[in-house]
């Protein structure tokens, strides 16, 4: 198949995305992104049924929608989630998904850390005795300790679910604060366990040792709400729960009571179930919940990485190649069967 051939559709892209970094690798193809914001499916359909790769900016891509993009050959995702993307109904037309993960390791990682520490230091509240001129009232407060517990994040247990690339490079900041790392995923042998340097347990068992629980779990039908009632039963009343993964991975009602009944000690939450939360969650006015708005992967340099990536991963396929951060290989041989002139087989 020739360039002049090829369509990439850009669906509902922001008004003021240029693509100059997807076009790195797709100029020399002769191809372009073209635009599309449909006001409903019926309309992505009519626009997609023919392309060859069909980019999702903030759009949610059906089972119906995707059963009806006859030519596509991938759908990338343009961040780690892809549960924007029914993954079932990709596999049954043959189209591979990708993400682009390697991108946000180290920026979600280090968001993640700050949440931590932000939580464990009560850097809300502090900041907040400063700026509303309450300084010596914060003083009055933190001494005696007991009416502020401050807890010393170096030498505590953190708990890792699971253990994918972010939660390793969390494992590598929690040894640099003389941390024990402990994670739980029945996907990662032991041997990885080991390289890292982390001591694999059971869910309840890193909800029961860890001081601090880091979750950052891609949501599917098998992780959705995977952490509720019985984990934070579980864990310490001193403990504090981390999340950058997905809302909907969390049983939002459970952490909210786990909270006001002092079950645990605080969160630091990048997610939510709802994104934007409702005014009225109870998690947007609880002195102990330190929030950031679904930012964890935002970096100048990420947002440009990630862009050239998915230029890279689009190029590839147009070329009949396997791309970089396939996340549904099961349907590479159906797809290289499809795909993938005779010759480079």
Not at 181 to 194: K, Q, T
Not at 248 to 268: S, Y
Not at 317 to 335: E, F, R, T
Request: proline share 8%.
């Amino acid at each position: 198949m020739t360039a002049r051939h090829w369509k990439v559709l850009a669906v509902n892209p922001h008004p003021e995305a240029t693509f100059e970094h997807e076009h790195e690798a797709l100029g020399p193809l002769g191809v372009e992104l073209q635009r599309i914001t449909p006001r409903d499916d019926a309309e992505l359909i009519a626009a997609a049924r023919d392309a060859d790769v069909v980019v999702a900016m903030r759009y949610r891509l059906r089972p119906d929608v995707i059963a009806r993009l006859d030519r596509c050959r991938l759908l990338p995702s343009g961040g780690i989630g892809v549960d924007h993307i029914d993954l079932p109904a990709a596999a049954a037309k043959g189209i591979l998904v990708t993400n682009m993960a390697d991108t946000f390791v180290e920026e979600v990682a280090n968001h993640a850390w700050m949440l931590l520490l932000m939580a464990a230091r009560h850097g809300v509240w502090l900041h907040e005795m400063v700026v509303t001129n309450r300084w010596r009232e914060g003083q009055d407060q933190i001494y005696p300790i007991l009416r502020k517990p401050m807890p010393r994040v170096t030498g505590q247990v953190l708990g890792l679910v699971p253990f994918g690339r972010i939660p390793r490079a969390m494992a590598k900041r929690g040894h640099g604060f003389g941390m024990t790392c402990i994670a739980y995923d029945p996907y990662v042998s032991a041997e990885v366990f080991a390289e890292h340097g982390v001591e694999s347990a059971s869910l309840d068992e890193v909800c029961r040792r860890a001081d601090i629980v880091s979750c950052h779990l891609p949501h599917s039908p098998e992780t959705h709400r995977m952490i509720g009632e019985a984990q934070f039963a579980a864990m310490k009343p001193s403990a504090l729960f981390i999340s950058t993964g997905r809302g909907k991975v969390v049983d939002e009602a459970a952490l909210i009571r786990a909270l006001r009944e002092k079950r645990i000690a605080g969160a630091g939450l990048d997610v939510l179930e709802d994104e934007p939360p409702d005014p009225s969650n109870p998690l947007l006015s609880m002195p102990n919940v330190t929030l950031s708005p679904h930012m964890a992967s935002a970096s100048d340099v990420g947002a440009v990485e990630r862009r050239r990536l998915m230029g890279r991963q689009i190029a590839a396929v147009l070329q009949g190649q396997v791309p970089i951060g396939v996340v549904n290989p099961a349907v590479l041989p159906s797809w290289q069967e499809r795909w993938t002139p005779v010759g480079a087989r």
